[in-house]
């Protein structure tokens, strides 16, 4: 069964960190662009990062930009979120998602989710 | 930033056609994708490209993209088909990924 597993969610003070990761289990993420984006409690979906297979191209929303970094392990297929400086703003549900083809596609797979509570 | 509007929402009587609109400056040189999304789950793209669709997706989902305008279309709707809809956009210049604000779809 092809699934992206998220964790690390969890309930953390405002200004404090949390790193999310992300697992592909029966797919391999290492030649497709991978993405995070959130939704937070009864609103939209809002992208927030995106890596390419190689790590060469990072790009964040402006939101987060300077906050949060994306980066990879290709030989393990996961995908990591570290989030500095979280704001009660970045409370939601975070996804991870796969490009279907290079960086820039649409998204073929996502995870289930997991839920980030910044809170004091 | 580039910016894409939808409707807040979107009544479809059951079996008849319900379209949901993606506005953007000059979105039809841009491709464009829509995801549905149900209550508790992740969501699942419906469109791909502006007019693709993927293998699992009914064929009464269909899309066009022209101009100012990209347009999700929905023919013979069902109650399976009640969902929020999203559009996506990339915005090339900017670098990042843009979501429409979502059109929660009824079926009565």
């Known amino acids: 069964q092809m699934q992206l597993v998220e964790s690390g969610g969890g309930v953390v003070q405002p200004g404090k960190s949390l790193r999310l990761s992300c697992a592909a289990s029966?797919?391999?993420?290492?030649?497709?662009?991978m993405h995070w984006v959130r939704q937070a409690p009864g609103k939209g979906l809002e992208w927030v990062a995106v890596?390419?297979?190689?790590?060469?191209?990072?790009y964040y929303a402006h939101s987060v930009k300077g906050r949060f970094t994306i980066s990879r392990d290709n030989s393990k297929d996961t995908l990591y979120l570290q989030m500095n400086s979280l704001k009660v703003e970045d409370t939601g549900v975070y996804y991870c998602?796969?490009?279907?083809?290079?960086?820039?596609?649409?998204?073929?797979?996502w995870g289930q989710g997991t839920l980030v509570t910044v809170s004091s | 930033s580039y910016e894409v509007t939808q409707p807040l929402s979107v009544s479809v009587a059951l079996g008849q056609t319900a379209r949901i609109t993606c506005g953007g400056n000059?979105?039809?040189?841009?491709?464009v994708h829509w995801y549905q999304q149900k209550p508790g789950q992740a969501p699942v793209v419906v469109i791909y490209?502006?007019?693709y669709r993927p293998s699992g997706i009914p064929e009464r989902f269909s899309g066009s993209n022209s101009g100012n305008a990209a347009t999700l279309t929905i023919s013979r709707a069902q109650a399976g088909d009640e969902a929020d809809y999203y559009c996506?956009?990339?915005?090339?210049?900017?670098?990042?990924?843009?979501f429409g604000t979502g059109t929660k779809v009824t079926v009565l």
């Open positions: 000059n979105i039809g040189s841009k491709n």
């Open positions: 490209r502006g007019d």
């Open positions: 890596i390419s297979y190689d790590e060469s191209d990072k």
């Open positions: 998602a796969k490009s279907y083809s290079g960086t820039v596609d649409y998204f073929d797979s």
């Open positions: 996506q956009v990339w915005d090339s210049d900017a670098t990042f990924y843009v």
């Open positions: 029966g797919l391999t993420l290492r030649w497709s662009g």
